[in-house]
């Protein structure tokens, strides 16, 4: 069984450009979510999707935006880069929506802005 | 208010001793998770655990959903139980939510 995997590992990019992050869930799960996790913070929920649909969305601007494809894997783009965007962004899959099952999480993608 | 609280914040102890962490929420709840970051900032998952008693090796969990509380046991702590326990949850209708976290714990075992 393979786990949640998420690239890339590390990213640096300036303020007011664009990125995108990748996740791939783990075998057998149809629901992925993103959380964003400042230094020092509990991770904090972005969205989720759910059979490529957005269900579900935390306090987060429309910059933030994101895609689940056929094979459930999913994107996170992030427009107009800000200083306070700097975080760990974390992928978790489920089997089914996050409400009602166990999520798990990859390893994150650890963004830099500078 | 506060949906998610943990406490202790910080806790430093020897190797071999035993701790307790706590998780109080605000709400009733569909899923409630215990999770424990490592260093590289892996969430590793311990327990789900929205009501009753749960152990794995050294580990147990017990959630209290009438009483909106969860506590963590480690036992015979070793120093690679360092890092930071996160209790998370979902309030109850919350299908669409996504997880809530506490602050965490930090865990230092000091050799």
């Known amino acids: 069984e393979t786990g949640v995997t998420q690239s890339p590992t590390h990213l640096i990019k300036t303020r007011g450009q664009q990125v995108t992050l990748r996740c791939s869930s783990q075998s057998g799960h149809n629901t992925v979510s993103w959380y964003q996790q400042a230094l020092g913070q509990g991770p904090q929920f972005i969205f989720q999707y759910y059979r490529e649909e957005e269900n579900g969305r935390g306090n987060f601007p429309p910059r933030f935006s994101g895609l689940q494809f056929p094979n459930y894997s999913s994107e996170l783009n992030v427009n107009a880069l800000e200083l306070d965007d700097s975080a760990l962004y974390l992928c978790?899959?489920?089997?089914?929506?996050?409400?009602?099952?166990?999520?798990?999480f990859g390893p994150g993608t650890r963004l830099t802005v500078l | 208010g506060i949906q998610v609280e943990q406490s202790p914040p910080d806790l430093i102890l020897q190797e071999g001793a035993n701790s307790t962490l706590r998780c109080n929420f605000s709400?009733?709840?569909?899923?409630l998770q215990w999770f424990h970051q490592n260093p590289w900032g892996q969430l590793i998952n311990l327990f789900y655990?929205?009501?009753g008693t749960k152990q794995n090796g050294r580990l147990s969990a017990t959630t209290v959903a009438t009483e909106r509380y969860s506590l963590l046991y480690i036992s015979s702590s070793q120093t690679t139980d360092s890092g930071v326990y996160f209790c998370a949850r979902i309030r109850s209708g919350g299908g669409a939510d996504g997880l809530t976290f506490g602050k965490g714990t930090h865990l230092i075992i000091q050799p």
């Open positions: 978790a899959s489920s089997l089914g929506l996050v409400g009602y099952n166990e999520q798990f």
């Open positions: 655990i929205p009501s």
């Open positions: 709400d009733s709840v569909n899923n």
